[in-house]
């Protein structure tokens, strides 16, 4: 009988494990935050640039970006939709099917 511990916490940004679960959501998240000025005050903070996919429990965003620092916006579900969405987080965020049908995605 092993006596390994299964409940090894991810400390170190290694993949901990190799299934995701499809139900797990992602959320927005970027490296800067800045006041919504469009609406009435208070007035919201929204990302600025790039929104990029973060899964909870991970030090990274979907494109392997380490999230140190950032800010998450635990309000907003990520989407593929705008067009600042960053095209590695999409990428990574689509079903194996889907993805076959998209060229791998080179940004310098
Ligand atoms: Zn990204």
Redesign the pocket.
Known sequence: MSTTSTLVRDSSGTASGTERAAEIPLYVISTHKVRDRAGKPPYRWIPYG?E??WQPGTQR???G?WTAGWTVFWERRFSATPSTA?H??VEASLPDESRRRLDPIHTV
């Open positions: 790039i990029h996919a965003t979907l494109c970006q960053c590695g987080c």
